[in-house]
C-alpha cells in the first residue's frame, strides 16, 4: 500500500479523496493554488503545498509545478479526482517515468479513450453496442455528405476530443450537413487544438444511461450497475440516479456483464465509466470516461462499494476485493449538483458563504468542501456540493430528496437548490419520463 497520496485536484473531491485516504493509513497531500489557501483539503491534509496562482493553466494544470510537489514531500501515489490531468496521458506517463503511481488507468487506455474515434473502434472490438456513424474522421465535404446519406438523417457531428457539448452539431437535412460540419470543426479546432470530426446517427429521445466499472489490470473486472443521466442542461449533468430508473433490471444486467467483460479483456485498472444512449430498449455506446466520476457516490449507496478505496487499492498492486456474485443492488439513490449559480440565469454567484447548514438525516449524504464563512473564488467549476439522498424504493427517495432540498441552506451566494425544488414537484421527473432534451425544455418553458 502507498505510503504518501498527493491529491491532485479541489473543492469536494480533493477531500473525498483524503478521506478515503486516511481511513487507509495513508498520509496525504493537497496542493492548491494561491487562491484555495484556505480550502478544507488544505486544512485536513497532513502536508500542502502552494503550486501557483488562481489560473488552473498556472496551477492544477501545471505538470511541472506537481511534479516538484511529489519531490518536495515524497509522495509516491498520485490520485488526480475528476477534471483537471485525470484524463491526461502524458501527466500519466511522466509520473510512471519518475516511479510515481498514476491512481487510474494505464496511460495507453487513457489515450484510446480519449479519442473518441479510437474509443468507439475498441468499443465495437470488444463486442460493446456502438451508434451508426463514420468508421472514422469525416475529412471533406463529400465525406460529409456521403456519410451522412449512408447514415441517414438526421446525424450528428462531433469532435474526437473534449467534451461539454463544443464541437457538436446536428444536421437535420443534406442542406443542414455542410454547415454543421464545418461549424463543428471550427468549434474543435478553437477549443482542443484539434479540428478532427465524426460523425453518427442522431437518437431522436434518448437517455444518458452509464455503467460503472472497476477492473485491477490483472484481468479481473465488475461492473456495479447502472446510473441515468440525462437530465441535462448543455450537455452537463445536473441530476443522476442510480439504478437506471426505467430500464428492466435485466437488460441493466446484461449491458453490466458485456461491460465488465470488455475490461476484464483490456486489462484495465481502477475505475470507468461507460456512457451510452438509450432509445428503444437498445444502448448504443457514446464514450468511456477513464477517471472517478462526479455522480460516484449514487452506485456507492446502492452497491454498498467504496469505488475510491477500490481505486487506491488496485492502483497499489492488489487484486479487486469484489467478484461480481458478491454485489448486491439495494434501493434507490438520487444526486442533485449543487452549483454557485444563479437558479435562474446559472450565471455564477462566487462570492463569501454567510450561512450554511448542510441537510442530514436518515439516509442523506452531502460531499461538499466548503463550510460558513468560505468565500467561493470565481477561477473554477461553480460546484460546491452534491447532495445524495437514499431511499428503498425511488418514491421515497424523492420524498426524502424533497425533504432534504429544502433542508439545505446556503446565504450569501446564489445557488441551483430552487431548481431542484422545483423539479422535484414536476409530474414527468416523479414518473421518471424524461431523456436527455427534457431539462432544456423545461427551463425553455419555465422561464421567470
Known amino acids: 500500500?502507498?505510503?504518501?497520496?498527493?491529491?491532485?485536484?479541489?473543492?469536494?473531491?480533493?477531500?473525498?479523496?483524503?478521506?478515503?485516504?486516511?481511513?487507509?493509513?495513508?498520509?496525504?497531500?493537497?496542493?492548491?493554488?494561491?487562491?484555495?489557501?484556505?480550502?478544507?483539503?488544505?486544512?485536513?491534509?497532513?502536508e500542502s503545498v502552494c503550486i501557483g496562482p488562481p489560473p488552473a493553466k498556472d496551477s492544477y494544470l501545471n505538470i511541472p509545478s506537481i511534479m516538484a510537489a511529489c519531490e518536495i514531500t515524497g509522495a509516491d501515489a498520485v490520485h488526480p479526482g475528476y477534471g483537471f490531468l485525470s484524463e491526461n496521458a502524458r501527466f500519466a506517463r511522466i509520473l510512471s517515468e519518475h516511479k510515481i503511481t498514476f491512481i487510474g488507468p494505464s496511460s495507453h487506455h487513457i489515450e484510446i479513450m480519449g479519442d473518441k474515434i479510437t474509443a468507439k473502434k475498441t468499443a465495437v472490438e470488444l463486442g460493446i453496442p456502438v451508434v451508426p456513424g463514420s468508421a472514422g474522421e469525416v475529412k471533406t465535404e463529400a465525406d460529409a455528405k456521403s456519410t451522412a446519406a449512408e447514415i441517414g438523417y438526421p446525424v450528428l457531428i462531433k469532435a474526437t476530443a473534449g467534451g461539454g457539448g463544443r464541437g457538436m452539431k446536428v444536421a437535420h437535412t443534406e442542406a443542414d450537413v455542410l454547415t454543421a460540419w464545418s461549424t463543428a470543426r471550427a468549434e474543435a479546432k478553437a477549443a482542443f487544438g484539434n479540428e478532427s470530426v465524426y460523425m453518427e446517427k442522431y437518437l431522436g429521445q434518448p437517455r444518458h444511461i452509464e455503467v460503472q466499472v472497476l477492473g485491477d489490470g490483472q484481468g479481473n473486472a465488475v461492473h456495479l450497475g447502472t446510473r441515468d443521466c440525462s437530465l441535462q442542461r448543455r450537455h452537463q449533468k445536473v441530476w443522476e440516479e442510480a439504478p437506471a430508473p426505467t430500464v428492466p433490471f435485466a437488460e441493466q444486467m446484461e449491458i453490466g456483464e458485456i461491460c465488465a467483460a470488455a475490461m476484464r479483456k483490456l486489462k484495465y485498472s481502477g475505475a470507468g465509466t461507460i456512457e451510452?444512449?438509450?432509445?428503444?430498449?437498445?444502448?448504443?455506446?457514446?464514450?468511456?470516461?477513464?477517471?472517478?466520476?462526479?455522480?460516484?457516490?449514487?452506485?456507492?449507496?446502492?452497491?454498498?462499494?467504496?469505488?475510491?478505496?477500490?481505486?487506491?487499492?488496485?492502483?497499489?498492486?492488489?487484486?479487486?476485493?469484489l467478484t461480481q456474485d458478491k454485489i448486491q443492488f439495494n434501493g434507490h439513490a438520487i444526486e442533485v449538483r449543487i452549483n454557485a449559480e444563479d437558479p435562474q440565469t446559472f450565471a455564477p454567484s462566487p462570492g463569501k458563504i454567510q450561512f450554511y447548514h448542510p441537510a442530514g438525516g436518515v439516509g442523506v449524504r452531502v460531499d461538499s468542501a466548503v463550510y460558513q464563512g468560505y468565500t467561493i473564488p470565481p477561477?473554477?467549476?461553480?460546484?460546491?456540493?452534491?447532495?445524495?439522498?437514499?431511499?428503498?424504493?425511488?418514491?421515497?427517495?424523492?420524498?426524502?430528496?424533497?425533504?432534504?432540498?429544502?433542508?439545505?441552506?446556503?446565504?450569501?451566494?446564489?445557488?441551483?437548490?430552487?431548481?431542484?425544488?422545483?423539479?422535484?414537484?414536476?409530474?414527468?421527473?416523479?414518473?421518471?419520463?424524461?431523456?436527455?432534451?427534457?431539462?432544456?425544455?423545461?427551463?425553455?418553458?419555465?422561464?421567470?
Request: proline share 1%; charged share 25%.
Open 1 to 46: 500500500m502507498f505510503q504518501k497520496v498527493l491529491i491532485a485536484n479541489r473543492g469536494e473531491i480533493a477531500l473525498r479523496i483524503l478521506r478515503a485516504c486516511k481511513e487507509l493509513g495513508i498520509s496525504t497531500v493537497a496542493i492548491h493554488s494561491t487562491a484555495d489557501s484556505n480550502a478544507m483539503h488544505v486544512r485536513l491534509a497532513d
Open 276 to 321: 451510452f444512449l438509450y432509445e428503444n430498449g437498445k444502448f448504443y455506446f457514446i464514450e468511456m470516461n477513464t477517471r472517478l466520476q462526479v455522480e460516484h457516490p449514487v452506485t456507492e449507496r446502492i452497491t454498498g462499494v467504496d469505488i475510491v478505496y477500490e481505486q487506491i487499492r488496485v492502483a497499489s498492486g492488489e487484486k479487486l476485493s
Open 379 to 448: 477561477y473554477y467549476d461553480s460546484l460546491i456540493g452534491k447532495l445524495i439522498v437514499y431511499g428503498r424504493t425511488r418514491d421515497e427517495c424523492l420524498q426524502r430528496l424533497r425533504r432534504a432540498v429544502d433542508e439545505f441552506v446556503v446565504d450569501g451566494i446564489k445557488t441551483t437548490l430552487p431548481l431542484f425544488q422545483r423539479l422535484i414537484q414536476n409530474k414527468d421527473i416523479a414518473a421518471a419520463n424524461y431523456d436527455i432534451h427534457w431539462l432544456e425544455k423545461f427551463l425553455k418553458d419555465n422561464k421567470a
